[in-house]
């Protein structure tokens, strides 16, 4: 039996960390003097199978149902590698890089040489996330790629998304029927499943752990999927409490609404920063 994978921890000091573990490179917490800003359930499984309920999976090659293999692709049930382990820069923040390479696993879904870098750098109140991909092989291939960042909160119904106004969104829980934003802050009180396209590249997030905002900014991601189970998912859910759906929020960066399409030898690139805001 093979042992499970490890988590690798970026340590900053002042007790600001981020764990990242190598099933999914999956972020399964990030500190912020000692304050936890991300949400796990208590019933994520960490079997080094399933996706990890929680934290910031990495979905790739696709996001939603895919005809070719598991929902929300396989990049985040697959072990990945750490590429060069945590260190320290002169600024005193803490940088580490992850890849996935294409491997037979990976090839008997989707038939396609790549290589992908993830490379997280952890700063006093920011997490930054650097993406690429590189398509190896000799054809040109399709994906669609998202941050899955699991937002812990106090309170959901508390929580409003600024940033999203003037947006189309696709409404997954009215069978994908097209609106159109018209919010300035949008709130989250019951099954919540969007994908907003085109959003601006900042997002603001209000009351987030100890009432802060945060600002979630993007590059070359142009959507943004907000999503809460709410109670009748969570008890569908075998992985996430029944009373947990208050304490998140899913606002994930992502290219989802068209895929990417990229030919031989090339890559794409794209990058997110998580910043906590100390004025409330
Ligand atoms: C969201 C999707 O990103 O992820 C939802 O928009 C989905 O449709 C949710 O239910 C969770 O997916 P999973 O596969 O982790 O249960």
Request: charged letters at 20%; one cysteine or more.
């Given at each position: 039996m093979s042992s499970p994978p490890d988590v690798i921890l970026l340590d900053r000091g002042n007790n600001t960390t981020c764990s990242v573990n190598l099933h999914g490179a999956t972020i399964v917490s990030w500190r912020v003097n000692n304050q936890e800003q991300l949400f796990v359930s208590k019933q994520a499984v960490f079997?080094?199978?399933k996706a990890i309920r929680g934290g910031v999976p990495f979905i790739f090659p696709q996001?939603?149902?895919?005809?070719?293999?598991p929902q929300h692709g396989f990049a985040r049930t697959s072990t990945w590698t750490l590429e060069s382990p945590p260190e320290r820069l002169e600024s005193g923040d803490v940088e580490a890089m992850f890849?996935?390479?294409?491997s037979e696993h990976?090839?008997?879904?989707?038939n396609f040489p790549f290589r992908v870098f993830y490379r997280l750098i952890l700063r006093e109140k920011e997490l930054h996330f650097n993406v690429s991909v590189s398509?190896?092989?000799?054809?040109?291939?399709?994906?669609?790629?998202?941050?899955?960042?699991?937002?812990?909160?106090p309170d959901v119904r508390r929580c409003q998304i600024g940033g999203l106004?003037?947006?189309t969104?696709?409404?997954?829980?009215?069978?994908?029927?097209?609106?159109?934003e018209d919010r300035d802050a949008v709130a989250v009180g019951e099954f919540t499943d969007r994908v907003y396209q085109d959003t601006p590249p900042e997002q603001i997030i209000s009351n987030v752990v100890s009432g802060r905002k945060m600002r979630v900014m993007k590059y070359n991601l142009p959507d943004t999927v907000v999503w809460n189970p709410w109670l009748e998912n969570a008890q569908a859910m075998g992985d996430?409490?029944?009373?947990e759906y208050p304490n998140m929020i899913c606002v994930e960066a992502g290219r989802v609404a068209s895929p990417v399409h990229l030919p031989s030898g090339t890559v794409f690139e794209a990058s997110q920063i998580l910043q906590v805001h100390y004025c409330v």
């Open positions: 079997d080094g199978k996001f939603g149902a895919w005809h070719l293999g890849s996935l390479t294409d990976t090839r008997s879904m989707w398509n190896t092989g000799h054809e040109s291939f399709a994906f669609t790629l998202l941050l899955h960042t699991y937002f812990k909160v106004k003037g947006c969104y696709v409404d997954k829980v009215q069978n994908g029927l097209v609106f159109r996430f409490g029944d009373e």
